[in-house]
């Protein structure tokens, strides 16, 4: 049982699932946000559904915070769930070193599943993406076109003068 609307509040995109309502944080809320890594969004050898993830999240909560060309840290959003009793708990989802993933705090199993179920439900909208994943080292391509998901490496030889380049952008080093 899925339902999405474009208003509330915050002017917001909302989706609700199985009682629970689902929407993008606030920048106050996410000063509250604490916790550490809950679950993968997908299990850690679908790799075919890492480039659906963030297709997912953008057709439920819009742009993220942020978006990377380092592939470890490749985007962040906070979501906002409101549970049954109507109490706010804030989630992180984001695709880091093991892939997409949920982090938080919090015991309401049934909360989080409904939070994956919603996301692995979710048509995914289209986007490329282009970034770096150093341990090859290698470029990555990946994205969904007409609603299918791909994802490609390519990798890169390089100098070790332009690997420590490299490195330093992504990673935010003088």
Not at 33 to 54: H, V
Not at 63 to 77: D, F, G, H, I
Not at 120 to 135: F, K, L, W
């Amino acid at each position: 049982m899925r339902n999405e609307a474009d208003n509330n509040k915050n002017n917001l995109k909302t989706a609700e699932y199985n009682g629970y309502t689902f929407r993008k944080a606030t920048e106050a809320e996410e000063d509250r946000f604490c916790g550490g890594m809950i679950c993968n969004i997908y299990e850690l050898l679908q790799y075919a559904d890492f480039s659906k993830a963030y297709g997912q999240l953008v057709s439920l909560f819009g742009e993220a915070k942020y978006v990377s060309k380092n592939l470890e840290n490749q985007y962040e959003y906070f979501i906002c769930a409101t549970d049954k009793s109507g109490d706010d708990h804030i989630f992180c989802a984001y695709s880091g070193p093991t892939g997409p993933a949920l982090s938080g705090y919090d015991e309401d199993e049934e909360l989080v599943q409904a939070l994956l179920t919603l996301i692995r439900e979710t048509v995914p909208a289209d986007y490329d993406y282009e970034g770096y994943y150093m341990d090859g080292p290698c470029k990555v391509f990946m994205g969904v076109k007409d609603g299918k998901p791909y994802m490609r490496e390519e990798e890169l030889n390089l100098t070790q003068e332009e690997f420590t380049d490299l490195y330093k952008t992504l990673y935010g080093l003088g």
